[in-house]
């Protein structure tokens, strides 16, 4: 592995060339940091390949400003792996450009008639016990996400019973599908 920073820049232009370079270069250090989250990434090669090279412009970035050439790969280590974390569990890397075209895209996306979405919910929930159609029925009737301790309180619950039988719910209603 060769340390990109060892090359002199002037430009962002340069820098993002360097990156790009790099993480072509590399790609066996990328998949290996990225392996472990693959399974649960909504993200194709390309996708990887974009947050990997915006990974590397930052570390490129943060080891230029830390006068650290030699940190160049640990620091992109830790950026990187930490945009696959986000990419996993489904936090947004980039705002999106255009959020107005965003929002006008949901607006045409009709919305069920909620007679057909309470019939919907009803039959998925037939396969549960009656404690845990009470649970999920309390759970769609809030007006704001719960947490799991807020939810184990009010079902007098541990939070780690809560969670283990949220996760059996889960389940069930997913294999029911």
């Not at 194709?44 to 390949?49: C, H, I, K, Q």
């Not at 009010?154 to 283990?164: M, P």
């Amino acid at each position: 592995m060769t340390d990109p920073t060892d090359q002199p820049r002037d430009t962002d232009q340069e820098t993002w060339l360097t990156a790009r370079r790099w993480v072509t270069e590399n790609m066996r250090l990328i998949h290996w940091i990225a392996n472990p989250y693959r399974n649960h990434m909504a993200a194709d090669e390309d996708d990887l390949l974009q947050e990997a090279t915006m990974a590397a412009f930052q570390a490129l970035t943060t080891a230029e400003n830390k006068q650290a050439a030699q940190r160049f790969v640990p620091f992109f280590r830790v950026i990187f792996k930490t945009r696959c974390l986000r990419l996993a569990s489904g936090i947004q890397t980039v705002q999106p450009a255009n959020d107005v075209l965003l929002d006008a895209c949901t607006l045409e996306a009709a919305s069920p008639l909620p007679e057909l979405l309470a019939i919907e919910i009803d039959a998925a929930l037939r396969g549960l016990s009656q404690r845990e159609q009470e649970i999920c029925r309390w759970i769609l009737n809030q007006e704001r996400p719960v947490n799991m301790h807020q939810a184990a309180e009010h079902f007098h619950l541990s939070r780690r019973h809560f969670s283990r039988l949220l996760h059996n719910i889960l389940y069930q209603l997913a294999e029911a599908a």
